[in-house]
């Protein structure tokens, strides 16, 4: 069974800690650890030389400017750190994350889409991952775009997957999420557009719900009496008492000594 189909309610970090460290970074993900978090969220794209690496945005500021992501290779990456404010840290590959936690990780992982040297090699690249490191059931898969999760489904069927959408995606008339490509069987909402009928819905169709982004500790606890597989969040140590005060789970032992 995958991690997030069980109960309780999982407690996510989003892209790590955010508040306390550079998105998507060693340190932001170490933070979100120590801070109780079941899992992390990250973002994967692709560099020039075809590479999966954890970062959100298309562009990095490097140099006082900013470089499509796709045109660095990765030991332009390493030599350089990324700067936002008075945080700093390094783009990591997905590779090195997956290692960094070993068999014991937990991850959402996002597809961002972009240029690729050849098609669908983000989706080859994140699948073969997760299947040579046995992160199969300790994973879903997330993407905004319906192609993507249906390519990385024909790619490795064993990979669990998510819808994310916003305000702006579109739904068929009378639905209260986009349509789904075959074999997702869950969906990730903005928690904007979290309502009781939605998690009513979707229990009867048999989907789970990932929400995204959760900072308030009532609305947290909240989700996780409706049922929410996890609960993503920029500040798990705030929401993740809030949760487990409902779950009554206890946070999960460190991944790094």
């Known amino acids: ?24 970074t060693f340190e932001s993900f170490d933070r979100a650890e120590a801070d109780g978090a079941d899992a992390f969220e990250l973002d994967v794209r692709l560099t020039l030389d075809g590479e999966a690496v954890v970062h959100h945005d298309a562009e990095i500021v490097l140099g006082g ?10 030991p ?11 945080l700093q840290g390094f783009v990591p590959t997905l590779r090195d994350v997956f290692l960094r936690y070993g068999s014991h990780g937990r991850y959402l992982v996002e597809l961002k889409p972009g240029p690729s040297p050849r098609p ?25 775009s319906p192609d993507a ?46 309502s009781d009928a939605l998690f009513a819905r ?23 009496r409706q049922g929410a597989a996890s609960v993503i969040s920029d500040d798990v140590a705030v929401v993740g008492p809030a949760i487990r005060e409902v779950t009554g789970a206890r946070p999960p032992l460190a991944l790094v000594p």
């Open 202 to 224: 979707a229990k009867a169709e048999g989907l789970a719900l990932h929400v995204w982004t959760v900072n308030d500790p009532a609305l947290a606890a909240h989700l996780a």
């Open 120 to 144: 669908f090699l983000l989706e080859f690249r994140v699948a073969a991952l997760l299947a040579q490191l046995a992160l199969l059931e300790r994973a879903v898969v997330l993407s905004f």
């Open 1 to 24: 069974m995958n991690f997030f189909d069980a109960s309780p309610t999982r407690v996510v970090g989003h892209r790590g800690s955010p508040t306390k460290a550079l998105e998507n």
């Open 149 to 194: 999760l249906r390519r990385i489904r024909e790619i490795e069927p064993r990979v669990a997957t998510c819808l994310n959408y916003d305000g702006t995606a579109h739904r068929p008339e009378g639905r209260l999420w986009p349509d789904l490509p075959k074999g997702c069987a869950a969906i990730g909402p903005n928690v904007a557009l979290v």
């Open 65 to 74: 400017r900013r470089v499509p992501l796709a045109t660095l290779t990765i």
């Open 76 to 86: 332009e990456l390493r030599e350089t750190p990324i700067v936002r404010g008075e």
